[in-house]
């Protein structure tokens, strides 16, 4: 990858000095990321995807799911200790994270939010979820994400 295709996630990376693998890939708005694990060669239960919600408090989460699972909206209201959640609209998530859509991070948001991994990850050695940006994605080492991020882990999806 040339020095020039960094994302901001992989410079905050860089910055803790976290060893990770990128990977791009041609990016198309209708994929899922059942397609994008398979375009990896990697299995769909390592590969994540990162959801943002709000409270009934007004608070913001943010979820880090497998992406063939679906997040369970009672479990993640209550795993942050919240009466309920609900997804953001779309047109909100540019500007509160400074991702668009498909290219949503958990790493390097514009503001830290409360931040679920779903405990399946610690299963893996490393897992992988978006660079910030449409057509990338980082694989990086599970014990590394909290150097990062501060994050807990709960069972946050539908059975």
Known sequence: MAKEDKTNVMRVLDGKKISYKSYMYE??????GEEIAEILNEDA???FKTLVTQGKTKQYYVFVIPVKSELDLKKAAKAVSEKSIAMIPQKELLPLTGYVHG????IGMKKAFPTIIHESAKNYEEI???????GYQVEVPVKDIEKVIRYSMADI???
């Open 27 to 32: 990016p198309d708005a209708s994929m899922s």
């Open 128 to 134: 992988f979820f978006s660079a910030g940006k449409v």
């Open 157 to 159: 999806t539908v059975d």
């Open 103 to 106: 290219g949503c991070s958990p």
């Open 45 to 47: 239960e390592r590969v």
